[in-house]
């Protein structure tokens, strides 16, 4: 495999010969209000040495496969489908396929997506890449502008957009940022995984992604209960990052900043998450926690740093209670990720 500049920043080829996934948050704000949600990334490689990709929703639907091919340092989008269901996709016109180029600072991408009453034209000018230094690791940063241009009927509106681009050595797609004057984008890189423990997370259907087992718990000594049925708990990403603990992220900081005590934990880098459940009424249980080091590869974190960070987060006794679209009150997972630097308490996620 000889991609050039870009085999620096994706991960490496006898990782993507069997396949990595790279799971993402991506949190989506409009009109004040936040909302979180999840998306797996497939990468593997093809024997004609193309690189695809699959994009799947928090519930493993897939909605999008690419296909790249590099040359010359850049990187070429020549296939792409859009998946409305299983068996019903929308192939994508791409006039321009140079999605990005990793040695000179401009380029363009063009493609038209032609749905059955819309047409949608996307045009992306790279504007700026650059090089850049994350975690210790070598990172390039694209910046981009654009345009969509929809065609409906004989209508037609333009809206511009900003974008930014972040890959990580040995990593892939680390972070994307898209604005524009309706909506805020942001994804950032939480885990990777193989492919084959992505396959066998999709054929549990059971396990939704915010799944605890009752019996693998760090509280089971507790009185928790849930108001209903394990089936029945919603899932976090149904809800608006604010709507769910009393002051939003900024008391969340707060209540964790006054409890945090560097002296009780370890000096240790790595993403602590904590995932857990609030019932009807409100009450935090059935934790668990979910380690990775700084590359998002699994880690266990030392007993005395999960032990401290497990007492902060049972402090955090402002959860909302909620209910279904039915009005009915409900149980509901919700989580907390800690980014350690070497015992420094550097981000509370998300």
Known sequence: MNWGIPSTYLPPSTILKNGIVNKYYQHISRNNKTYSSILYRTYKTLPSDHLVEEIYDVEFELYRKNVFQFKNDKMYLINQNEYITA???????????ILNDWKNQVNTFKKTTIYPTLERRLTVNQTQNTDATIDNKKAKIFNSEGTWNLIFDENTSISSFTEQKTYVEGLGLYQWKYQSPDVDIKMELVEQISLTEFHKMKAIERNRIAYIDPKKVMDNNSSFKTCNS?????????????????????????????????????????????????NCEGEMGRIITEESDLDFQAKKFHTNTKQHFLEITQQLSHWKKMANRRAIPSDYYTYITYKLENGELIEILP
């Open 87 to 97: 068996d019903d996709t929308i192939n994508i016109s791409i006039e321009k396929p």
């Open 230 to 278: 394990i089936e029945s708990i919603m899932d976090y990403y149904n809800f608006e990052e604010n709507m769910i603990y009393e002051g939003g992220k900024k008391e969340i900081r707060n209540t964790v900043n006054q409890y945090f005590d560097k002296n009780k934990i370890h000096s240790e880098s790595g993403y602590l998450t904590f995932r857990f459940v609030i």
